[in-house]
């Protein structure tokens, strides 16, 4: 049985701060050496060239190394970038601890695994797919999870492509799906959601001309994310066991298009909290965590039946502009504006929404 769980949100002041974990510690709130994943928001541009992920991974792993964890280079630490509107910077840590209340009812579990080293020249194939889907099953045996339908939430952080790893796809005689870096961010994470869709069931493996294109095809708890920090998938899977004792629980849904508030709090009942049929956010009483979200610009340029013009605004991109909007929707529901919301959610969930996932302390 896998140890049970301690999730912590902490802010983060500036792009170089690291202290919410380093108190934590200092608290005795948890243990550095039992860190298992941090899942984040950066405040950079979320593109390509967004370093903002780089300096807090650095600041983070500082903290671990110097608190005594014995790999901090191992630890997935999963940067989001961009914190348009409202969204605040942020990080969520996911820790083991020897200090936890005896449950037999479900509670928080987290597996993390790395995938074998994913080649420019996988992103966007079959080859990426397959071996995004072995780095889930391997997460959900380190979390105890038998069944899929007990996983709620998979973060991952893959490779996109930048103009040195298509160089050197193209000098050992390979070819990428494309050769644009920007649209990589989207390709890789759409790859990857079919990935874990496949490992966790949610659909037969994908066909080459499937990927990026059949919308039909998604997972429901994928959330990945990309940058030009690592060479293979980081996984985290996040469900819940029976017995393994703790106060947190974790449940999911989808937000059908962005302004689906309601997705949102279908989430967080799943995850336990109890509400009234038309909640506010005082009703959570501090209870909730946080949420996890992923998010798309709807392809036909509308929503709810009204136009809009996100996807053909050459001043903003319709990343940032999705993004602040459901942010916004988001904190509007929660009562604060730490919620994790991610961009390019193609294979997220489905067409124009994407997955939610809800972490609540049920002591």
């Known amino acids: ?12 002041e500036s792009v170089t701060d690291a202290s919410g974990l380093e108190k934590l510690i200092d608290d005795g709130v948890i243990e550095a050496h039992r860190v298992l994943a941090v899942v984040g928001k950066t405040e ?3 593109g390509v060239n967004d370093y903002t992920r780089i300096l807090a991974d650095t600041a983070f ?7 005594g964890h014995p790999a901090p280079e191992s630890v997935p630490l999963v940067w989001s970038g961009g914190t348009d509107g409202v969204l605040s910077p942020h990080a969520t840590i996911f820790a083991t601890t020897a200090d936890a209340p005896a449950s037999d009812e479900p509670r928080v579990s987290v597996g ?13 194939r079959p080859a990426m797919v397959e071996k995004v ?3 889930v099953r391997e997460a959900m045996k380190v979390a105890g999870i038998d069944d899929p339908r007990d996983v709620h939430y998979v973060q991952t952080k893959t490779p996109l492509l930048t103009l040195a790893t298509i160089t050197d796809a193209k000098s050992r005689g390979k070819d990428t799906a494309i050769e644009e870096t920007g649209p990589s961010m989207d390709l890789s994470n759409s790859t990857t959601a079919l990935g874990i869709a496949v490992a966790l069931g949610e659909i037969e493996t994908p066909s080459a001309d499937q990927i990026h294109r ?21 996984i985290v899977v996040v469900g819940n066991v ?4 703790g106060r947190y629980r974790i449940g999911h849904s989808v937000m059908k298009d962005a302004l689906d508030a309601d997705g949102i709090w279908e989430a967080i009942r799943d995850s336990g909290l109890e509400l009234p049929e038309r909640p506010h956010h005082s009703d959570l009483g501090g209870r909730l965590v946080n949420v996890f979200m992923k998010c798309e610009a709807d392809p036909s340029g509308r929503v709810r039946g009204r136009r809009n013009i996100m996807l053909d605004d050459s001043d903003v991109h319709w990343h940032r502009q999705i993004k602040a909007t459901v942010g916004g929707v988001a904190a509007s529901v929660t009562g604060d504006p730490a919620v994790f919301v991610s961009v390019a959610a193609v294979h997220q969930g489905p067409s124009g929404g994407g997955p939610v996932a809800a972490i609540a302390d049920l002591s």
């Open 1 to 12: 049985m896998p140890e049970p769980i301690e999730v912590r949100k902490v802010a983060i």
């Open 44 to 46: 950079g541009n979320g």
């Open 61 to 67: 792993r500082g903290v671990l190394a110097r608190k």
């Open 112 to 124: 993390v695994a790395m995938s074998e080293v994913i080649l420019p020249e996988d992103i966007g």
């Open 133 to 135: 889907a072995a780095g």
């Open 214 to 234: 059949d919308l039909s095809l998604y997972s429901s708890v994928a959330s990945c994310s990309s940058g030009v920090e690592l060479d293979r998938a980081q």
């Open 242 to 245: 029976r017995g393994i004792g």
